[in-house]
């Protein structure tokens, strides 16, 4: 615990604690938090799009654990030559640092479904851009008596259109 200047107190706990990149003993660390809520994505650019389904997805359960795409599993989804532009771990410390996630990990297939058949979510949660049936893993949470949610998008942020500004305004070579 943490005590603040105005005397109350904060649980704090380091982004290296946050991220376990071995799936085991992520399970053995979220075996006994429940509801236990799932999310994935690559989260390149952090923006304000995704703190917001961040944020909505704690809301879903009491713990968090945010499943990071690969360097490797980013090329194979077709992002773009130049994808990712930060490196999975730079990504995975940068989510462990929110307050809304609990624990980080990285996962190199094309979906998180063996990570999720491995640390058995209570909630599985994406953005509202999925149907239930394209959603990774949805059968193995629903098969469990788990819950499946899609987030709205209530701001219009990608990191492609960012990074598609940023380069819009660059100086030309």
Not at 16 to 32: G, H, S, V
Not at 47 to 61: C, D, F, I, K, Y
Not at 84 to 96: G, K
Request: charged fraction near 30%.
């Amino acid at each position: 615990m943490t005590t603040r200047s105005d005397g109350s107190t904060a649980r704090f706990v380091s982004t290296e604690r946050k991220f376990i990149r071995d799936w085991a003993a992520l399970k053995d660390a979220t075996d006994n938090l429940h509801p236990l809520v799932f999310t994935n994505g690559v989260f390149d650019i952090l923006h304000r799009g995704h703190v917001h389904s961040l944020e909505a997805a704690r809301a879903e359960g009491a713990y968090l654990v945010v499943g990071v795409n690969s360097d490797a599993s980013v090329k194979r989804l077709g992002k773009g030559d130049d994808r990712p532009i930060q490196s999975e771990n730079d990504r995975a410390c940068i989510l462990a640092s929110l307050a809304c996630v609990d624990y980080v990990t990285i996962f190199d297939e094309d979906t998180p479904a063996k990570l999720i058949e491995a640390i058995t979510p209570d909630v599985l949660v994406k953005g509202g851009d999925y149907r239930l049936d394209q959603i990774a893993g949805a059968d193995t949470v629903l098969a469990r008596g788990g819950r499946v949610k899609t987030i709205d998008f209530e701001h219009s942020r990608s990191t492609t259109g960012i990074l598609g500004r940023i380069r819009e305004h660059a100086p030309k070579q």
